[in-house]
């Protein structure tokens, strides 16, 4: 850009139209610090959806602000300390960019489990606080602190919470899938097939007919030859 070419971008008019959180983020989102990156405005788009959609998590379809105080699911902790985990060590290799991209992927995923829970929430504010801070501290408001966001301890991260309790099985016969079993994932492999057996949707396949055999590969995939 330059300009004599008349196309110059001016900040003001990009953070009137789109707030400066949004420009803050995107300016992160471009690229490493220590390269230099394409300028294009289209981008901003994105970032402002995802604002928006951060914004969301809070507020119901009236935009009324709700936060519910139920324990999270194992699942939900499970996208909180992974994002906590990538974000810190994104901060001391000084990758803004991909930090960025990481709460993309934790908002897409809360919102996917439709999760408004207190505990998750109020350590995601935290974390995202220095990236966006204007609505940051407003949602850290609404939540009922009466300090700022900047003086709320960075979020401790708990591997526990990475550990895989269960594992859902594709179950096939005759090497087609037909449905899925979710069950625990240190479960041995003879109760494993017990399982499998006893299931309902297994008795359409099987037709009261013992199977010639079944192939379990822990973790993996569980096969019913009939």
Known sequence: MSKSKFNVVNPDVLIEKYGADTFRLYEMFLGPLEQSKPWDTNGIE???????????????????????????????????HRTIK??????????????????MICVNELTDLKCCKRSILSDL???????????????????????????????????????????????????????????????P???IEQAVLAAPESGKW????????????PKKIVNVVI
């Open 46 to 80: 994105g970032v402002f959806r995802f604002i928006r959609k951060f914004w969301r998590l809070f507020h119901d379809e009236k935009n009324q602000f709700r936060v519910s105080d139920e324990a999270p699911t194992a699942e939900e902790l499970r996208v909180l």
């Open 86 to 103: 990538k974000v810190q060590d994104d901060i001391e290799r000084l990758s803004f960019n991909t930090a960025v991209s990481t709460f």
């Open 125 to 187: 504010v935290v974390l995202i606080a220095p990236y966006a801070p204007h609505i940051a501290e407003e949602l850290w408001s609404l939540l009922g602190n009466n300090t700022s966001v900047t003086v709320a301890a960075f979020p401790v991260f708990d591997a526990q919470h990475l550990v895989e309790n269960t594992f859902e099985y594709p179950v096939s016969f005759n090497g087609k899938t037909r449905f899925k079993l979710l069950l625990p994932a240190d479960m």
């Open 189 to 191: 492999v003879a109760e």
């Open 206 to 217: 099987l037709q009261g007919n013992p199977p010639r055999k079944v192939i379990i590969v």
